[in-house]
């Protein structure tokens, strides 16, 4: 019986110390962690305005894509940008630059291979520089109020 008690205990230690460590998880690029899939994701915007995705395994270390396929889309939603993704060293990268503007919405759909089903990832993609932390906003990772009515926690969206 103590024994089992033991195990219990020490399993849910186990549990919360490697939940606690997988909420510290940092973009090693400065991008946005896509936390609704295993392992997470970093989504980034490159100098030449495509994007990057990453995979980070539980310690925040890029892992090389296996077999996932990645589509987002994005943009004007009357007329969305469909974008593709080929894997390219560590990394995915996009087939195209994202669309012009400053706060597109977009939709990334992660599936972990061919046939199984997409996980979804929502957001707004806002291009504006944090004042706080000087990263851009879409990837801020600092829990602060921007002063215009909104605030929002480490990787949660903005809230208006």
Do not use: W
Request: with cysteine.
């Amino acid at each position: 019986m103590i024994k089992k008690i033991i195990i219990t205990v020490t399993s849910i230690i186990t549990s919360i110390a490697f939940a606690n460590a997988a909420e510290k998880v940092k973009a090693p690029n400065g991008g946005r962690i896509i936390k609704e899939v295993t392992p997470h994701a970093e989504f980034f915007i490159n100098k030449d305005n495509k994007i990057e995705i990453r995979f980070l395994d539980e310690a925040g270390k890029v892992v090389a894509p296996g077999e996932q396929i990645v589509t987002v889309t994005m943009g004007d939603r009357s007329a969305p940008t469909k974008i593709a993704f080929a894997k390219e060293g560590d990394k995915l990268i996009s087939d195209q630059v994202i669309p012009e503007g400053k706060e597109l919405p977009v939709v990334l759909q992660i599936r972990a291979k061919e046939g199984e089903k997409a996980v979804n990832a929502k957001f707004n993609l806002n291009l504006a520089t944090c004042s706080a932390c000087s990263n851009l906003e879409y990837a801020c990772a600092c829990d602060h109020a921007h002063g215009d009515g909104h605030t929002h926690a480490p990787g949660e969206e903005h809230k208006h």
